[in-house]
């Protein structure tokens, strides 16, 4: 049997663009801020809650808990500081 360079091609209707990361197909689909907790040196990203009145997340250390409330004269900063 014969095995031609077709039977490697593998042809998926609608998939992502194999040139962006996932990072970059969830940031569009989710949107996030950046947020460095101070509490242990690290960053994390933390997403807008389903109602979208909020960004919430957690440390990814100590679990403690930060909310950045949207309001209706946001500002255009990405990144944070959990004190």
């Known amino acids: 049997m ?3 360079d077709e039977d490697y091609i593998l042809d998926v209707n609608g998939a992502a663009d ?3 990361g ?3 197909a969830n940031a569009k689909r989710r949107p996030f801020i950046s947020v460095y907790f101070e509490c242990c040196n690290v960053y994390q990203r933390i997403y807008r809650n389903a109602a979208g009145t ?3 997340g957690w ?3 100590c679990s403690r808990k930060v909310t950045a409330t ?3 004269d946001g500002v255009d900063a990405r ?3 959990a004190s």
Do not use: D, N
């Open 2 to 4: 014969a095995v031609s």
């Open 18 to 20: 194999p040139h962006k």
């Open 22 to 24: 996932p990072t970059e």
């Open 54 to 56: 909020a960004y919430v």
């Open 59 to 61: 440390c990814p250390k």
């Open 70 to 72: 949207i309001g209706p």
């Open 79 to 81: 990144f944070f500081r």
